[in-house]
């Protein structure tokens, strides 16, 4: 069994930045790549940023290139998502989750078997 919980939301000012912590229970964190979703209401969950657990190799959408930065310490099971220069459209409810497989980079929910209940993010105008 695996529980993944997200920390760091909050409300901030459009160009501020916000860091997101995932911390996973159980020793098993490492072998898996580790993915950011984010939601908002009445939209389909969207990708945002994936970490490989082979060399943690970064992927991201095309939407947060150059703004957001995801990393991972896997002493402390923990993943991060570094976000800089945030905009009003980035407001929505994150969520951290593991893949499962080995078809890298994993950009769809259906590729991932645990997700956190969600930390949410608002960006002010």
């Known amino acids: 069994q695996v529980q993944l919980v997200e ?9 501020g930045s916000l860091r997101l912590s995932c911390t996973a229970s159980g020793r098993t964190f490492s072998d898996y790549a580790m993915g950011w979703f984010r939601q908002t209401p009445g939209k389909e969950r969207e990708f945002v940023a994936v970490i490989s657990w082979r060399m943690s190799v970064l992927y991201y959408a095309d939407s ?6 995801i ?4 002493a402390k099971n923990t993943v991060y998502l570094q976000m ?5 459209e980035d407001t929505a409810v994150y969520y951290c989750a593991r893949a499962f497989g080995s078809n890298y980079p994993q950009v769809l929910p259906s590729d991932y ?3 956190g209940q969600g930390t949410q993010v608002t960006v002010s105008s």
């Open 84 to 88: 800089n220069n945030l905009k009003p």
């Open 7 to 15: 920390s760091g939301g909050g409300l901030v000012q459009a160009g």
């Open 71 to 74: 990393s991972r310490d896997n």
């Open 64 to 69: 947060v290139k150059g703004r957001f930065t």
């Open 113 to 115: 078997d645990y997700w």
